[in-house]
């Protein structure tokens, strides 16, 4: 099966908490040139489990000083759902500054996920 997602998984990863109701004001808090990356999961989702492992045991491959991260959990703020049109979980949406950039559906592997990351860090 694999190694157990810590129960602690956003506090081992800092991600901010954000609803729907707040997305836009954190959005905004931030410089327009600089990322961030909203993590939309959702509770007992198995591909969502399989993207926090490869976070867990990677850390050090996800973390740019550049880059904010987000989370929600889809399943308890439907309207965060609603908003991005989801169709599944986990997504990654992209945004620079307030502007979204696209989104990382399902998860792609790690390698993929650092590749698309960094090639809008260049941009």
């Known amino acids: 099966m694999g190694e157990a997602i810590p129960f602690d998984f956003f506090q081992r990863f800092p991600m901010r908490r954000v609803t729907s109701a707040e997305i ?32 867990s045991t990677a850390r050090g491959r996800f973390r740019w000083s550049e880059i904010r991260w987000f989370h929600n959990n889809v399943y308890d703020d439907l309207d965060m759902a609603t908003r991005y ?15 979204p950039l696209g989104r990382i559906t399902s998860w792609p592997g790690t ?9 809008q860090l260049r941009v």
């Open 24 to 55: 836009e004001s954190a959005l905004a808090e931030t410089v327009p040139e600089r990322l961030t990356i909203l993590y939309l999961w959702g509770r007992d989702c198995s591909n969502c489990d399989v993207a926090k492992r490869a976070l």
């Open 85 to 99: 049109g989801l169709h599944g979980i986990p997504a990654f949406i992209v945004f620079r500054g307030r502007k």
């Open 111 to 119: 390698d993929a996920f650092v590749e698309a990351i960094e090639r």
